[in-house]
């Protein structure tokens, strides 16, 4: 669930639909704390756990792991709350703490080195036929060994979907471009910078770019400004396209030398650089600002938890995390005192599960509760798989993981995002993840969709029950979330739960125990 990811779902929606316009109820920004009884949105009752359990109550600051693309630490709403390694000296070129990372005063990156920082990366797909490509260069159906046959046929199987995906790729930037080429040349005819809806009605179009151009501007003005329309749909929608296309589905692009590790090598910990902002914070820095932007400052907005400090681990390129660097992530969070760890990202495929397993439960051993959005494919994770997973290459489930997926401010079957993954046994909870206001870089603020923003909401309602509750482990934290949603007749199959989660519920539990 990285940059591309929330790109993906702006294109897709202005693909099949129109333009992606958020309902008036999410344009509440800050709806999804709010309550479903007071307020009409199927919130999480933060402000009201504020209002009526937490006035005048102490609490213990708690840190939580933003593992994702970088965060903007500067930003207005963000910069009170960041964690800083005090045991480090900033800009001295050395390790100060011996913790094997030198200047990791605001966090540490695993997709940086000498040579700047990763931004674009290949899916995992895309790895693995590069991987196996060589492998089965001269092998076909006829002169397959029995041994490589499994192999052979999960590479052929992989290559079918490698390149469907690619094929869609193409056209939908093919479309893209006419799309962005037609509107561009309708605002340069009208000869003004923010058209109106009034502006457009009276344009006459030349050509098919034109007029698929016009229509789109016609629905879209109906509902938003242009400058808005162009920069969120259109522009997003052709930079996601084009990156598919050069970077994700390029079997030639491999960034992988600017880190300078070896990346065959698992147990490698020491690498990276201390840049733990990078070339792309948005999506991380977004994340962060659901957790825990500053509720004293009264400018922005008002994160889930009042009481934590947001690190900034990244791992999270725009494309596929590699596992190796998600290991990693996992354990130098873990290790700088990290309770709560945000991980809003996930795949189709992992090269190296055992990695990821073995971060996961040493993280577990030192009671830390993982929180994973479910993915943004309408799937069922019952019958797919969206990695990192809670389970286990034994079969065996990570007891303190929580899995969420997306929910809308709606009481109503429109209750599940339509792009949110669920799954009976695999989704535990639903949390909103729907025209999700939050900080973005360079002191903005935008609304995102996406599980990549679901999961911040429930990682900062953790981090709120551990800091007012601290003698409470990850797993009664976890117990806590789960016996404590509300309940909902469009969740109640395709979750554990059932339900969504509820801050005001949660902390009435917590007192309890």
Do not use: C
Not at 159 to 188: P, R
Not at 213 to 224: I, S
Request: proline share 3%; hydrophobic share 35%; charged share 25%.
């Amino acid at each position: 669930m990285n940059t591309n990811q929330i790109k993906r779902l702006v294109a897709l929606a202005l693909l099949a639909t129109g333009p992606f316009i958020a309902s008036a109820q999410s344009q509440k920004k800050n709806w999804y704390n709010l309550d479903l009884k007071a307020d009409s949105v199927f919130g999480i009752s933060t402000e009201k756990a504020y209002n009526e359990l937490l006035k005048g109550k102490k609490s213990t600051t708690v840190i939580v792991g933003i593992l994702d693309s970088g965060v903007d630490g500067v930003h207005e709403d963000l910069k009170s709350v960041m964690w800083v390694n005090k045991k480090e000296k900033a800009g001295n070129g050395k390790d100060d703490d011996k913790n094997g990372y030198i200047d990791d005063v605001n966090g540490w990156s695993f997709l940086g080195g000498k040579g700047g920082n990763i931004n674009q990366e290949a899916l995992e797909l895309t790895r693995l036929i590069r991987r196996d490509a060589a492998r089965f260069a001269n092998v076909t159906e006829e002169n397959v060994t029995a041994n490589d046959r499994p192999a052979f046929e999960a590479y052929l199987a992989m290559k079918k979907e490698f390149d469907k995906g690619l094929a869609e790729a193409k056209a939908n930037l093919a479309g893209y471009t006419g799309l962005k080429n037609g509107v561009e040349s309708i605002v340069k005819k009208l000869g003004k910078e923010n058209p109106t809806l009034e502006d457009v009605k009276g344009f006459t179009p030349e050509g098919q770019a034109e007029s698929t151009a016009k229509n789109a501007l016609l629905r879209a003005l109906a509902n938003t400004d242009y400058k808005t329309f162009y920069e969120t749909r259109v522009k997003a929608g052709y930079e996601h396209f084009y990156d598919q296309v050069n970077y994700n589905y390029n079997l030639t692009f491999d960034p992988r030398n600017i880190v300078g590790d070896d990346e065959n090598n698992s147990n490698e910990r020491i690498y990276g650089n201390a840049d733990s902002k990078g070339p792309d914070p948005s999506h991380g820095t977004h994340v962060a600002g659901i957790v825990g932007a500053d509720r004293k400052n009264d400018i922005g907005i008002k994160g889930v938890a009042d009481n934590v400090l947001l690190m900034a681990v990244r791992n999270v390129p725009n494309g596929d995390e590699r596992d190796k660097d998600v290991a990693n992530a996992i354990r130098y969070a873990v290790d700088n005192g990290a309770k709560v760890l945000n991980m809003s990202f996930g795949k189709a495929y992992s090269q190296d599960k055992k990695v990821v397993d073995d971060a996961v439960k040493y993280a577990i051993s030192k009671d830390v509760l993982l929180v994973h959005a479910a993915g943004n494919d309408n799937k069922n994770l019952d019958v797919e798989t969206n990695f990192p997973t809670n389970k286990y290459e034994d079969g065996t489930l990570a007891e303190n993981w929580i899995t969420v997926g997306a929910s809308t401010p709606y009481n109503d079957r429109r209750l599940k995002a339509s792009f949110s993954n669920y799954g009976k046994t695999s989704v535990d909870v639903f949390a909103p993840g729907f025209g999700i206001y939050s900080t973005y870089p360079d002191q903005k603020y935008q609304d995102n969709n996406g599980t990549s923003m679901a999961a911040p909401v429930v990682a900062g309602l953790a981090a709120l029950i551990r800091s007012y509750y601290p003698k409470l482990s990850a797993k009664q934290v976890k117990e806590i979330i789960m016996n404590s949603v509300e309940k909902a007749d469009a969740l109640k199959d395709i979750s554990v739960t059932g339900g969504v989660v509820n801050a005001y519920n949660a902390l009435k539990l917590a007192a309890t125990y």
